[in-house]
């Protein structure tokens, strides 16, 4: 999304973080801008001489607000400050975005645009405030547990007129990795959507300081004018220190660290140990790039032949259809052994194309499992999903209105690949494992369709920074389980006409991943199918527990609007008196702000079962007393054969006492 920042009437002069930081919408400083961010002139209340910006963000994609704070903790020159941040009502697009507050640097950017060849830079002057600079600002952020992830030319600025110190741009005011050019990223991120490409580590910050260091020492970034599928192809081919440095000039000094930089294994790529030995004097041997053994023959997919084991990966999830057919018949193994010579990968992709491995004749899923075991350490990808382990969510969240998308997601998921893409590792890194365990969690979840589940649950475990997608909170920014009542009254008091159902799926997901108690029994409630008023006294349920969380809280609009909702649940009282009396209590309980005082009125347990008891005894009653009317009309109807009958009866009855009378009175003359 683009923000219209561009001023006019209406707007207000100053928006406020708080008390603490005042913004004006008036004065923007398209000089700091980092997209999607665009930065406005502010002020610290506190500290009104110092110079900072604020930079809003794009509510669509979301900054890292969760390393707001660490980043704040780092106090190192060379890093761009972190001063505050928050959430604020922004006039220009009518809705609430939020904000970071940085330092302004006191020059301007190393490289205004990527787009533009600079001025070189002196070998000296970049080791000094670009080398040097990072692997100390690497290492406060390590020591920290923060990556960068936005390390670039247009995101270094100088601290000073002359150019001789720098500063390390700002990189939370966009989801991690997603602004970055594929050129700054390693092969596999490159080979990842943008939004997919994950947290990463210190191993690709590194790698893309080797990639600043090349860009300010030939003053352009490399490969500049090649497509993001043309470096993605160049580097596969010949390794990222080829592709990137090619034929331009670069003294032997210089090499070294650009060698040990660039070098597309994440083992033998420089640490910041081997960056400082070199920065500090002692002259190191990078360890030679390795690339994958080419084939003595081109493996062909159409018209394109394919020479390694990652190429021909990369080029069946472009020609995802037209692989099937190498994939069944088994001729990928065969070229890689005969060709390649690699028994291992062949075995592997034998394996992985197995139908009795996986279960399933899907050809999807074999053609995913192939591309993973040709390219172990590539993005899972299945057909136009492509994202690192640690991106998925990240991706799905950018999707997130893409009912595609959450089936490529499901499936993937429902298929296992997550587990075989593990299986498939030599050396995974530490923090992915943390990955494995959060998706074997999240697998039963997406199993369940109800409010609260499902892919919707997918998107909040997985993103700690995403706010609610609700669409009626499309103009809100809920972040956290505290901001989410505050923003339903918001939209409560703009509420007009009928009652709207205020927890919906992205809302009870959201609450269900961010609430500190538990909710299941309210979702499950608002499930129930067999009762059409348990769901909607479930939603106020467990708006209900939000609020009794923050007791000096009360929401009179969104009770009011609440009580609209629950009036309809009156109907489970059986006595229209008692009925009355309900509606009436809502109505009244409802300008007090306070929920709970709602469910006292209409989901009273101990009204509700008096008045269960009064109608099944009501119910019987007026069973007799049906029957008992039901007798007297029969008798009316019947009046001359009951009569008849009748007599009939009195007769049989009186013969048979006389009959008795006279046999008893013969007995006893016979007898005396």
Not at 55 to 79: E, G, H, S, W
Not at 145 to 171: K, S, T, W, Y
Not at 513 to 529: C, G, H, P, W
Not at 566 to 589: C, G, I, M, W, Y
């Amino acid at each position: 999304m683009a923000l219209n920042l561009t001023g006019g009437e209406g707007s207000k002069s100053t928006v406020s973080i708080q008390d603490r930081v005042d913004i004006n919408p008036n004065q923007p400083v398209p000089a700091y801008d980092l997209a999607p961010a665009v930065a406005y002139a502010a002020a610290h209340r506190r500290d009104p001489g110092r110079e900072i910006i604020a930079l809003v963000c794009d509510p669509k994609q979301p900054p890292r607000m969760d390393a707001v704070a660490p980043m704040q903790r780092i106090d190192n020159p060379a890093l761009m400050k972190i001063v505050d941040s928050g959430i604020v009502d922004w006039p220009l697009e009518g809705r609430r975005c939020p904000v970071i507050v940085v330092e302004q640097p006191r020059g301007r950017r190393v490289f205004p645009s990527l787009d533009e060849p600079e001025t070189p830079l002196l070998e000296e002057l970049v080791t000094r405030i670009c080398l040097q600079q990072s692997s100390y600002v690497l290492r406060d952020m390590a020591s920290h547990g923060v990556v960068h992830r936005a390390i670039r030319p247009d995101n270094l600025f100088f601290d000073d007129e002359a150019g001789n110190r720098m500063v390390f741009g700002q990189c939370l005011s966009a989801p991690i990795a997603v602004t970055q050019p594929v050129v700054y990223e390693t092969i596999e991120a490159g080979l990842s959507a943008p939004a997919g490409r994950g947290e990463g580590g210190l191993a690709d910050d590194l790698y893309a300081v080797g990639v600043t260091t090349l860009a300010l020492l030939i003053g352009h970034s490399p490969c500049f004018g090649m497509s993001d599928d043309e470096i993605l192809r160049r580097k596969m081919a010949v390794g990222s220190y080829t592709a990137l440095v090619g034929s331009e000039r670069v003294s032997l000094t210089m090499m070294e660290p650009l060698r040990g930089l660039l070098n597309d294994n994440p083992i033998d790529r420089w640490g910041l140990e081997d960056l400082v030995y070199w920065i500090n004097g002692r002259r190191l041997s990078p360890r030679p790039q390795t690339l994958p053994q080419k084939g003595g023959r081109a493996f062909e997919i159409g018209e394109t032949g394919f020479m390694t084991g990652r190429d021909l990966a990369q080029g069946m999830s472009q020609n995802w259809d037209e692989s099937v057919e190498y994939v069944r018949n088994g001729s990928i193994a065969t070229w890689i052994r005969r060709s390649i010579g690699d028994d291992d990968m062949a075995d592997a992709v034998t394996q992985a194309a197995s139908t009795e491995a996986v279960g399933s004749d899907n050809d999807d899923r074999l053609v995913a499992r192939t591309c993973i075991a040709l390219h172990p350490s590539a993005p899972v990808r299945y057909r136009d999903f492509r994202a690192l382990i640690d991106g998925f969510g990240s991706l799905l969240a950018a999707f997130s209105d893409s009912p595609d998308a959450h089936e490529l997601f499901a499936t993937i998921m429902r298929i296992n690949l997550v587990p075989y893409w593990f299986e498939c590792q030599n050396r995974p890194r530490p923090e992915l494992m943390r990955s494995a365990s959060d998706y074997e969690k999240l697998k039963p979840l997406l199993e369940r369709t109800g409010v609260g589940f499902g892919v919707e649950r997918a998107i909040y475990d997985l993103n700690p920074n995403q706010p609610c997608l609700s669409p009626m909170l499309e103009r809100e920014y809920v972040i956290s389980a505290d901001d989410l009542m505050p923003a339903l009254e918001r939209v409560a008091q703009q509420q007009k006409g009928e009652a709207r159902q205020y927890v919906d799926r992205h809302v009870g997901a959201f609450v269900a991943a961010r609430f500190r108690i538990s909710v299941n029994s309210e979702l499950q409630d608002m499930d129930n199918r067999t009762d059409q008023y348990i769901p909607i006294v479930a939603a106020a349920r467990l708006l209900s527990s939000i609020q009794e969380n923050q007791p000096t809280r009360i929401f009179p609009a969104l009770s009011q609007e609440l009580a609209k909702a629950l009036e309809p649940a009156t109907n489970r009282f059986h006595s229209r008196r008692q009925r009355k009396r309900v509606r009436d209590e809502l109505r009244r309980v409802a300008k007090s702000g306070r929920i709970f005082e709602l469910l006292n009125a209409v989901d009273n347990q101990a009204m509700l079962s008096a008045d269960a008891r009064s109608f099944q005894v009501a119910v019987t009653e007026y069973a007799y007393s049906v029957r008992g009317q039901e007798q007297l009309d029969y008798e009316r109807q019947n009046r001359s054969s009951l009569s008849a009958l009748t007599g009939a009866q009195v007769s049989s009855v009186i013969s048979g006492f006389v009959t008795t009378i006279v046999t008893l009175v013969i007995a006893l003359v016979w007898l005396f």
